[in-house]
């Protein structure tokens, strides 16, 4: 199973809840996975799945949990969804969407793509800070190394949700989560395989204390600014 998503959407979360269950064991990012991300997004689709397969079959053998149902966190694989789906043909892939606005607000407060950050090493050996990564379209990455800290933020939500609704998922809203596990609970068992009760408790741990933090965190400089780079998929997806 893989659950993708924008960094700071509450993949972690749904993941560390999924892989608790009963059968499942959740794999974390794998880190050999996350760093090949930016070259496999490069291959074939047939390609990238098979070293997928490779990473993961190592990764679940050294773990001494082939008999379990894996859970992948990394954010980065919304990239590859498709790739994934060819790699593990059975696997559920979840997507789990927060509004934009509230996940620019958490990734200003974590700093990984502010400028002042630069030079400071991330879980994969690459570097944190406002350079252009993979997923910044390259005729706009000095655009990208120039914008503000929250154009980059939002910049970084736009593309992963964008990627990710391009493959074949399981869409979870995490306002709905946070509002109503049980509901959500009671769609995702029947897709997991899993009795619904049992992931409603799982579920109902979610904080939902930050959803909204955006009309408290944010200024209307930049509200603007996030509006300008993801205003078109924050309303798409009902969020402006």
Same mark, same amino acid.
């Given at each position: 199973?893989?659950?993708?998503?924008?960094?700071?959407?509450?993949?972690?979360?749904?993941?560390?809840?999924?892989?608790?269950?009963?059968?499942?064991?959740?794999?974390?990012?794998?880190?050999?996975?996350?760093?090949?991300?930016?070259?496999?997004?490069?291959?074939?689709?047939?390609?990238?799945?098979?070293?997928?397969?490779?990473?993961?079959?190592?990764?679940?053998?050294?773990?001494?949990?082939?008999?379990?149902?894996?859970?992948?966190?990394?954010? @980065?694989?919304?990239?590859?969804?498709? #790739?994934? $789906?060819?790699?593990?043909? &059975? *696997? %559920?892939?979840?997507?789990?969407? =927060?509004?934009?606005?509230?996940?620019?607000?958490?990734?200003?407060?974590?700093?990984?793509?502010?400028?002042?950050?630069?030079?400071?090493?991330?879980?994969?050996?690459?570097?944190?800070?406002?350079?252009?990564?993979?997923?910044?379209?390259?005729?706009?990455?000095?655009?990208?190394?120039?914008?503000?800290?929250?154009?980059?933020?939002?910049?970084?939500?736009?593309?992963?949700?964008?990627?990710?609704?391009?493959?074949?998922?399981?869409?979870?809203?995490?306002?709905?989560?946070?509002?109503?596990?049980?509901?959500?609970?009671?769609?995702?068992?029947?897709?997991? @395989?899993?009795?619904?009760?049992?992931? #409603?408790? $799982?579920?109902?741990?979610? &904080? *939902? %204390?930050?959803?909204?933090?955006? =009309?408290?965190?944010?200024?209307?400089?930049?509200?603007?600014?996030?509006?300008?780079?993801?205003?078109?998929?924050?309303?798409?997806?009902?969020?402006?």
């Amino acid at each position: 199973m893989f659950v993708v998503g924008s960094p700071r959407s509450g993949t972690t979360f749904l993941a560390g809840a999924i892989g608790a269950l009963p059968g499942f064991v959740d794999l974390g990012e794998v880190l050999p996975l996350k760093s090949s991300v930016p070259v496999l997004v490069g291959l074939p689709p047939d390609e990238a799945a098979s070293r997928i397969r490779r990473t993961l079959e190592r990764v679940r053998t050294l773990a001494l949990v082939r008999g379990l149902r894996g859970v992948e966190q990394t954010p @980065e694989m919304a990239f590859l969804v498709q #790739a994934a $789906a060819e790699a593990y043909p &059975h *696997a %559920r892939r979840i997507h789990l969407v =927060r509004d934009g606005r509230d996940v620019v607000c958490s990734l200003l407060e974590r700093g990984w793509l502010n400028a002042s950050r630069d030079r400071q090493a991330d879980d994969v050996g690459g570097t944190y800070g406002g350079h252009a990564r993979f997923w910044v379209e390259p005729d706009r990455a000095r655009e990208f190394a120039e914008a503000s800290d929250a154009t980059r933020a939002a910049w970084a939500w736009r593309r992963y949700v964008g990627a990710a609704r391009e493959g074949d998922v399981i869409e979870v809203r995490y306002e709905e989560l946070a509002a109503a596990p049980e509901r959500v609970a009671a769609s995702l068992a029947e897709c997991l @395989e899993v009795e619904p009760q049992t992931l #409603a408790v $799982a579920l109902s741990r979610v &904080h *939902a %204390r930050s959803v909204g933090r955006y =009309r408290r965190e944010l200024t209307s400089d930049q509200l603007r600014e996030v509006e300008r780079e993801a205003g078109d998929l924050l309303a798409k997806l009902g969020y402006a």
